[in-house]
């Protein structure tokens, strides 16, 4: 998973200015040469945190809910692009190329892989939902 991580201009919600039309261009070309190459699961934008929430689990099992906005941007995530590829180099290959999400300003993509069920030892909990 490709994340991009949010920035102050991403938390304001703001619609994004004339100055982004080059930049969501390069992402559709971006996002369609995946899809043509077959990597690519899915991708999204993500609301402001303000727009969400947190749910919190104490060590006994009781639940809060948080409500945003959430004050560390620098945790937090913008969107993402989900890829499936056949090796980290690939995934690393295609990440080198993701579009600057961001137009003028520092930014960072992170990139992790999910845990699939070859992971984890046969008739673990992974093996049992995926039938």
Do not use: N
Not at 9 to 20: I, Q, W
Not at 53 to 63: F, L, S, V
Not at 65 to 78: M, R, Y
Not at 119 to 130: E, K, L, T, W, Y
């Amino acid at each position: 998973m490709i994340q991009v991580r949010a920035t102050d201009v991403s938390e304001r919600g703001e619609p994004p200015g004339p100055e982004y039309a080059k930049l969501f261009e390069e992402m559709g070309a971006f996002h369609e040469e995946m899809a043509r190459a077959g990597v690519l699961l899915d991708g999204a934008g993500l609301r402001p945190s303000r727009d969400g929430w947190r749910q919190r689990y104490d060590a006994d099992g009781r639940r809060e809910v948080v409500d945003g906005p959430f004050a560390e941007t620098k945790e937090l995530i913008a969107g993402y692009t989900l890829i499936q590829v056949r090796s980290e180099e690939e995934a690393r290959a295609w990440a080198s190329r993701f579009p600057m999400p961001f137009v003028g300003m520092a930014c960072e993509i992170e990139v992790r892989r999910l845990y699939e069920d070859a992971d984890f030892a046969p008739g673990g909990d992974m093996a049992i939902r995926s039938e």
